[in-house]
Each structure stands twice: as structure tokens, then as C-alpha cells.
């Protein structure tokens, strides 16, 4: 049997870290009694203080994305199809500089 997968709030883990950067505890005490691996806590610590300690940024929830990887998905698209325009077009003109048969 697979286990399922925890998912944890945006809240949680804004108190976890602000726990982990306020308390005398150390970051392993806390992750133990939070019932989270350390390693997942020190992720949530490193994105939160990348965000400048902006939740809405570092955790973005499941299936959303943050600002800048909604911008570069959105700049990868444009670049798809304007690759595609751009073969349409090389083809045609390869088709209509062809001499008459």
C-alpha cells in the first residue's frame, strides 16, 4: 500500500517557519513536534525568507504558481507559437519560390 502524501496550509507553514526564526528552539526540536521532516521545514524556511517573508509568494498552494513562474510559463507559450508561425511562414515561402513546373 502507498501511503498518501501530507499536505499542509499555507498558515501552517507560515507558523512553522515564523516558530523556527523566533523561538530559542532549535529547527530539529520543532520539526519533531510539529510531526514534519526537518528537511521540509528548512525548504519552507529557505522559500520564505527567498519571498522576503511573503507567505503568498513562498507557499503558493497546490497547482498555483508564484508571479514569476506564471510570467516565465506564460513567455515559454508566446515562444512556442511564435516558433510555429515563424515554420508556417518558411514553408510557404519555400512553396511559392519554387519556379512553375
Request: hydrophobic residues 35%; proline residues 4%; glycine residues 2%.
Amino acid at each position: 500500500m502507498s501511503s498518501q502524501r501530507k499536505v499542509y496550509t499555507e498558515e501552517f507553514k507560515e507558523e512553522a517557519v515564523k516558530l523556527v526564526l523566533e523561538k530559542n528552539q532549535t529547527a530539529t526540536e520543532i520539526a519533531s513536534h510539529l510531526g514534519v521532516a526537518l528537511s521540509t521545514l528548512n525548504r519552507w524556511k529557505s522559500n520564505y525568507l527567498k519571498s522576503n517573508q511573503n507567505a503568498k509568494i513562498a507557499f503558493p498552494g497546490k497547482g498555483n504558481l508564484s508571479p514569476h513562474e506564471l510570467e516565465l510559463k506564460a513567455l515559454q507559450k508566446e515562444v512556442h507559437k511564435l516558433t510555429r508561425e515563424r515554420d508556417i511562414l518558411k514553408k510557404a515561402m519555400a512553396y511559392f519560390t519554387q519556379p512553375p513546373e
